[in-house]
């Protein structure tokens, strides 16, 4: 079956550096990707999302890359501030247009 | 919009009881799913409807059912716990692309 995983489950960054944070499907025929942020005790909250017609996506701050190639995601944070500090999922729509799968998810902790 | 509303909070169950978990939103989404989070860990997809009337089968179904009469409520009801369900459980709505997740139930099975 198909799957949604990163690479590392916790990283740590200084504060005002960039944070990268990895992630791995394995269906080749997923559409569309999501990346999640969750701060303790609170559900997931959307921060960006991708289509599969795209490589490259940019908000406030982050950037998410997609290389279908390989299969991988990545979630970039500029300047990394202490409120980014939380647990960061992917998660990746199924071929059948309406489910999710999610990873384990990367904790990220923002040193002072 | 108050979004996605979940309760109880919290609850503890004993063996054996039953309970549901409530979901309630007010965005006019018609897909709606249910998951477990265990610590540490990623979300499980148990049910997810995509309109009133219609519910299926996420990854982890045993042990529970759901129903969706309106577009607006998804309950989640667990027939007779087992200590297996301790976990969190989040309700989440789409309009197709992004979900909006509720604040979660915390349920302990003892």
């Known amino acids: 079956g198909e799957s949604v995983g990163l690479h590392l489950p916790t990283l740590s960054v200084q504060e005002g550096d960039n944070s990268i944070i990895n992630c791995a499907y394995s269906n080749s025929a997923s559409d569309y990707f999501i990346w999640y942020k969750q701060e303790s005790g609170k559900g997931p909250q959307f921060i960006i999302d991708i289509r599969s017609n795209m490589d490259k996506r940019q908000g406030q701050r982050v950037t998410v890359l997609l290389n279908k190639t390989v299969k991988h995601l990545s979630l970039q944070i500029a300047a990394t501030q202490p409120g980014d500090s939380a647990v960061y999922f992917c998660a990746d729509r199924d071929n059948y247009g309406q489910n999710f799968v999610f990873g384990p998810g990367t904790r990220l902790s923002v040193l002072p | 919009n108050a979004g996605v509303t979940q309760t109880p909070k919290f609850r503890i169950l004993k063996i054996g009881q039953s309970m549901t978990l409530q979901c309630t939103q007010d965005?006019?989404?018609?897909?709606m799913y249910w998951y477990r989070q265990d610590p540490g860990m990623g979300l499980k997809l148990i049910y997810y409807?995509?309109?009133?009337?219609?519910?299926d089968k996420g990854e982890v179904p045993n042990g529970y059912n759901v129903s969706r009469s309106t577009t607006e409520d998804f309950p989640l009801r667990l027939e007779l716990a087992a200590p297996s369900q301790t976990s969190v459980y989040f309700c989440a709505s789409s309009s197709g692309y992004e979900q909006y997740f509720g604040p979660g139930t915390r349920l302990t099975v003892t």
């Open positions: 965005m006019n989404h018609n897909y």
């Open positions: 409807s995509v309109g009133a009337g219609i519910t």
